[in-house]
């Protein structure tokens, strides 16, 4: 039995099984809208209607960044799906854009890391009224969905754009294109502190280039080294967690969501080829640590699907690791204790691996969790790998990401530009495009807006509308002239020599 389930890993060639596995497109089948319904359940019964935010823990009242952004793609998927009609997703999002214009802002800056969510009030991580940092990554992920948003229904533009305009980026992204986050240390002094590792950096980084942002030192893999797990060579952050504080998590749902979202492609890639994928890379190393996974279960017998989760018991929330810290299929808090009795199959891992892996191993992984939801709750986050069975609690993240990855499968890449194209002459830019490229706007250069790329478009809106053009100083380039966002990545060999050549 053993030698018939590791048949597929031995013969496996120079690339990787996964890399040849198709991606899952088409019509939902009734089965798959079943899901897609169980999971919009959880937003019904957790929406907040003073604010028009949604919980990111069933029942309790706070939320981020990370996961109101997962609120817009479950939003945005029930819409599409036929779950609910354009009148209800524009009375939904349009008071969540209200609220969200008029966010208190951590230092009036960028967003705090938590908000009430019946309330809109910042809090701290206990739900109590203060303000704690911000995270780049959470922001990055917001960011990303608000242009997926402006792309797809342009009649919100306007809201989008204005609420991003309110934001001051200047401790988040440098001239290296680098992203920092901030805390309050113990005197309540705030640091600002480089965020982000191998796989999160990069989703991140792919949220603020949609809005012209340079991020080449956040959007570069390395430095990275690999993890030799089960015949893959899996990339991770090599930079050393017992000097940086941070861990270098390998977990799926960083490389899932780029999949989802942006088609393996780079930020400006308007097409929507499904199987032409511009950031190889990216592709590169999702495979290997999808790789990863179905070769345990091929070699171990043990279901695999890994992410952050949530848990209904302490410590409440897990990474759940192929890699960190120096070790294989790690599962740890933030702190860093090691906490393998809750190691689990995350239900939006598994679901995301089933839409861009189409694979005997994941049509298991469906069948193990399409009935892991209570009726009006939602799906729960995860099926304990020791067999305790579910892991009984529900969340905005879980949710919103599988809803994400049924309407990938109807659709295809989330990411859709419209027809206004900024190449083009006939181009009408949008109000964060005419203020970002106005030379006379004073917040530009206060809140460290990005310089956008003169093109054709833009030259002939400026000309017409007689705006004098901001461009970027010529030194700006100067100052990181070690981070060429042009180089391309070699790839490094994808398997060790227990695969077959």
């Not at 028009?52 to 945005?76: C, E, H, I, Q, R």
């Not at 809106?461 to 004098?468: K, P």
Request: hydrophobic letters at 35%; a neutral charge; proline letters at 5%.
């Amino acid at each position: 039995m053993v030698l018939m389930l590791t048949a597929p890993v031995l013969q496996a060639a120079v690339s990787l099984p996964a890399s040849d596995y198709n991606i899952r497109h088409g019509e939902l089948t009734p089965r798959e809208m079943n899901v897609a319904k169980n999971a919009w359940a959880y937003f019904v019964a957790n929406y907040q209607p003073t604010t028009g935010l949604v919980n990111a823990v069933n029942k309790y009242p706070s939320t981020t960044m990370w996961d109101s952004a997962s609120y817009l793609a479950a939003l945005t998927a029930a819409r599409e799906l036929g779950i609910i009609d354009k009148a209800e997703f524009d009375r939904r999002f349009l008071q969540f854009m209200a609220t969200i214009n008029k966010l208190a802002l951590f230092q009036n800056q960028v967003p705090n890391k938590v908000y009430n969510t019946i309330t809109g009030q910042k809090v701290n991580y206990l739900n109590k009224p203060g303000e704690i940092g911000f995270s780049a990554i959470d922001i990055g992920r917001m960011l990303l969905w608000m242009k997926i948003i402006k792309e797809r229904y342009p009649e919100h533009a306007n809201n989008i754009d204005n609420v991003v305009l309110g934001w001051d980026f200047t401790h988040v992204v440098d001239d290296c294109g680098t992203l920092y986050g901030a805390y309050m240390n113990k005197d309540k002094q705030t640091q600002y502190v480089q965020e982000g590792r191998l796989g999160y950096e990069e989703y991140a980084a792919a949220g603020y280039q949609l809005w012209g942002f340079t991020t080449c030192q956040a959007s570069r893999p390395e430095p990275y080294a690999l993890a030799d797990i089960y015949c893959v060579l899996v990339p991770y952050d090599s930079r050393d967690p017992r000097l940086t504080n941070q861990h270098n998590y390998v977990v799926t749902e960083s490389y899932l969501l780029h999949g989802l979202e942006m088609g393996w492609d780079n930020s400006d890639d308007r097409e929507n080829s499904p199987n032409n994928f511009s950031h190889p890379w990216m592709k590169n190393f999702a495979d290997r640590v999808y790789q990863a996974q179905e070769n345990r279960y091929m070699i171990t017998g043990t279901l695999t699907a890994r992410s952050e989760h949530q848990l209904d018991k302490a410590p409440y929330f897990v990474y759940d690791t192929v890699y960190s810290d120096g070790y294989n299929w790690n599962t740890i808090t933030d702190k860093g204790q090691y906490v393998p009795n809750v190691a689990a199959v995350s239900l939006k891992a598994a679901l995301g691996m089933w839409v861009l892996w189409d694979s005997p191993y994941t049509d298991r992984l469906l069948d193990a969790i399409e009935n892991a939801q209570e009726q009006g709750k939602g799906y729960y986050e995860g099926l304990y790998e020791n067999g305790d069975g579910p892991i009984k609690e529900f969340t905005a993240n879980n949710n919103g990401i599988m809803l994400e990855a049924l309407l990938f499968k109807k659709e295809g890449k989330l990411l859709r530009f419209n027809s206004n194209d900024p190449r083009k002459s006939d181009y009408a830019p949008s109000i964060w495009e005419k203020r970002l490229v106005d030379n006379f706007e004073d917040n530009n250069t206060r809140r460290n807006r990005p310089f956008l790329n003169v093109t054709p478009g833009i030259k002939n809106w400026c000309e017409q509308s007689g705006t004098a053009v901001r461009t970027a100083p010529s030194c700006r380039a100067c100052k990181c002239a070690s981070c060429n966002s042009q180089t391309p990545v070699k790839l490094p060999p994808v398997a060790t020599s227990c695969l077959r050549q």
